[in-house]
């Protein structure tokens, strides 16, 4: 296992689609292994593989408990509505407002190509819909009705401070 590099906002691989992954070999695995070892240490709640420059369609998820390794994943139900602030490890310092969906259920395979159902709700379903969109080369920051301004980011940063 091994941290990669997250390339930022700019870089053209981010606004590429990712290829299906159609191999579930070791290469996957450490592929997967890699990037849970750098979500936990960039404190990310997700990250998907092309923010480590692999454009194939591979996203992780810290749930908390657990972080889950989603291939090729798919929505296949998503309800209700929430509004509220959104980031991004490839858009470092930025904070943007984005509408989402409150409950997303996705189907996703695992590292050996076995399938899964996940349901999200709040955060997660946010995470989904949000790292989902960088598998077809969309940031958030396309989506945001407004970015916060420096001046709310530094206050914003001074609450998590004092908290
Ligand atoms: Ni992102």
């Not at 299906?20 to 936990?40: G, N, Y």
């Not at 076995?114 to 379903?125: C, H, P, S, T």
């Not at 989904?128 to 916060?148: K, P, W």
């Amino acid at each position: 296992m091994a941290l990669r590099n997250i390339i930022t906002e700019g870089n053209p691989t981010l606004a590429k689609k990712c290829r299906p992954v159609t191999v579930f070999d070791d290469r996957l695995a450490t592929l997967i292994d890699d990037m849970k070892d750098t979500v936990i240490q960039a404190n990310g709640v997700g990250l998907a593989a092309p923010q480590v420059g692999v454009l194939r369609r591979v996203v992780v998820v810290d749930l908390g408990e657990e972080i889950i390794e989603l291939v090729n994943p798919k929505i296949l139900e998503q309800s209700g509505e929430q509004d509220g602030l959104e980031g991004c490890l490839s858009v470092p310092g930025k904070y943007g407002m984005v509408k989402r969906p409150n409950t997303v259920k996705l189907q996703a395979q695992d590292r050996h190509g076995d399938w899964y159902e996940y349901e999200g709700e709040e955060l997660i379903a946010r995470c989904f819909c949000h790292e989902l969109e960088h598998l077809d080369g969309h940031l958030y920051t396309e989506r945001a009705y407004r970015m916060l301004t420096e001046e709310e980011y530094e206050e914003l940063i001074q609450k998590e401070q004092d908290a």
